[in-house]
């Protein structure tokens, strides 16, 4: 039976990618950020973490506003990494776990999702601005790519992505695998990006959300995009898709933080937090 041996939020800045790309991890600027993925990174080694079930958002990137789907599942045994920018980044392709995410997909229907399927997903900043930092290549674990619509109305609300998180971890306790899971969901802080807010952070806001993750996290699946946007800035709504990796782990059993990490330097807020169960 497969498993959930943890979950990880983080933000997926594309400033992370350009960074590592550059090599710029011993950088002051950069130093901080990067050490503080390096205990999740060996904590994943030390819980024998051998799949990741990446929840993200697209950027426009393999769906366009003519067709977005709410949520998109990568069902392939390769995922393709997506060339943005100019060069394209010097990372091999992403091993997936095609029979997970048919259980997934199984799963999440069975709960009265209706996912669109994937045979081929290639993954952006939103997966691969992250990965490298958690499971350096040559990749030694595999990654099941689920997208969510935050850019396109209407988008799913933040409790329907907390009730994601849980048909997660119901379809993976199903499962027949063996994989040791470890729920990841990308997106946020506050940022914006456009307007005369260009630029708003709300640091104190982003600690709160972090506490309230731990301690109360059914505060936050009540919230409305219309609040996340006003606190943290128009493309902070991203947020409410870390709710899926910490409803995956439940709310009845004692949990353990592994990490937590916050700075504000620029342009969004980077955040990391890492829970596993206690038990």
């Avoid at 090599?23 to 999740?40: C, I, Q, S, T």
């Avoid at 067709?67 to 394209?88: D, L």
């Avoid at 980044?89 to 069975?110: D, E, I, N």
Wanted: glycine fraction near 8%; charged fraction near 20%.
């Amino acid at each position: 039976m497969a498993r959930i041996v943890g979950a990880i939020g983080s933000s997926h800045a594309p400033s992370i990618a350009f960074a590592y790309d550059a090599g710029h991890g011993e950088r002051p600027e950069w130093r901080g950020l990067f050490d503080a993925y390096a205990p999740v990174r060996d904590w994943l080694a030390r819980v024998q973490a051998d799949t990741l079930v990446f929840v993200y958002n697209d950027h426009l990137n393999n769906f366009r506003f003519d067709n977005y789907p709410s949520f998109a599942i990568g069902t392939g045994e390769v995922h393709p990494v997506f060339g943005e920018g100019k060069v394209p980044r010097p990372l091999p392709a992403v091993p997936g776990h095609s029979a997970l995410a048919w259980q997934l997909a199984r799963g999440l229907v069975a709960d009265e999702f209706d996912p669109s399927l994937c045979l081929e997903m290639s993954l952006d900043h939103g997966v691969m601005s992250v990965l490298p930092l958690l499971a350096p290549p040559p990749w030694g674990i595999r990654v099941v790519p689920i997208a969510v619509n935050v850019v396109l109305e209407p988008m799913p609300t933040p409790r329907r992505c907390w009730k994601l998180g849980c048909s997660i971890a119901k379809a993976v306790a199903s499962a027949a695998d063996d994989a040791r899971v470890a729920v990841v969901a990308t997106g946020g802080l506050s940022h914006q990006l456009h307007g005369s807010s260009f630029g708003q952070t709300n640091p104190a806001w982003d600690q709160r959300f972090l506490d309230l993750l731990e301690q109360d996290p059914q505060a936050l699946a009540d919230i409305t995009h219309d609040e996340l946007i006003e606190r943290g800035g128009a493309e902070s709504v991203e947020m409410m898709v870390w709710l899926t990796m910490r409803a995956s782990l439940g709310t009845d059993q004692p949990l353990r933080r592994v990490q937590r990490y916050y700075d504000a330097p620029k342009l969004t807020g980077y955040g990391l937090l890492a829970l596993e169960p206690a038990n």
